[in-house]
């Protein structure tokens, strides 16, 4: 008989450091596995290992916080088969769930059911490779979408993508990279002020963020 779970790195209860719901409670769920290196990556502890919890056991710990919003995290979520059945639990339990994905899979199935939060992978995280064109389509407006932004050309390539694509969601978020030490890149980097400034000297409709989490517990934390 397959076995009914999820093979989890850990789960946390923490704010949101991220998207429209920064600062919001939430319980966080870190799946392991990923099909991406971003030089950037500040979870590669999650690329291997991880313990096999069954749905029962993951609701278990998710009931323990007084919680409206879980997250769906990685590594990449989307890649084991349990993530889209254990959504629908937590949803019949009344949870909101939001999934973040790096974009490079298939959201077609799990755009219904949960709130998307879609990375597109900008060059400098040399793993650029466009997969993120064909989940446009799948994509709601409640949903948002991520540029992780490592330099000035990565600055440039994701407003062109603003500029010249339909993207469906009201939220596009633009985010200096804050590197951990562990992480295995390393890049001129782009200050936070000065991604500010060029977001509003070029008027580009999107969100500028800061990720609270690193500010509030350091870049190199983990299960915050």
Request: net charge neutral; hydrophobic share 40%.
């Amino acid at each position: 008989m397959a076995f009914e779970g999820l093979l989890i790195t850990e789960i946390f209860h923490s704010l949101q450091g991220e998207t429209s719901l920064i600062g919001v409670p939430f319980v966080f769920i870190r799946l392991t596995g990923c099909n991406l290196r971003c030089t950037y990556c500040d979870s590669a502890y999650s690329f291997k290992g991880g313990k096999k919890m069954s749905f029962d056991e993951v609701l278990v710990e998710v009931k323990r916080y007084q919680v409206k919003h879980v997250l769906m995290t990685g590594g990449e979520p989307l890649l084991q088969r349990g993530t889209l059945p254990f959504i629908q639990l937590l949803k019949k339990e009344g949870y909101d769930v939001s999934i973040e994905t790096h974009g490079e899979v298939s959201i077609a199935q799990a755009s219904p059911l949960a709130r998307i939060v879609m990375d597109i992978k900008t060059p400098g995280s040399n793993m650029s490779r466009g997969a993120f064109r064909d989940n446009l389509k799948f994509l709601k407006p409640e949903d948002e979408i991520k540029f992780v932004i490592t330099s000035e050309e990565d600055y440039e390539w994701a407003k062109e993508i603003v500029k010249t694509t339909k993207l469906p969601t009201q939220e596009i978020l633009f985010s200096p990279v804050m590197l951990a030490k562990n992480s295995p890149g390393t890049f001129k980097g782009i200050e936070p002020r000065a991604l500010a400034e060029k977001i509003l000297k070029d008027q580009l409709p999107v969100r500028f963020q800061i990720q609270l989490h690193k500010i509030l517990w350091g870049a190199d934390t983990k299960g915050v």
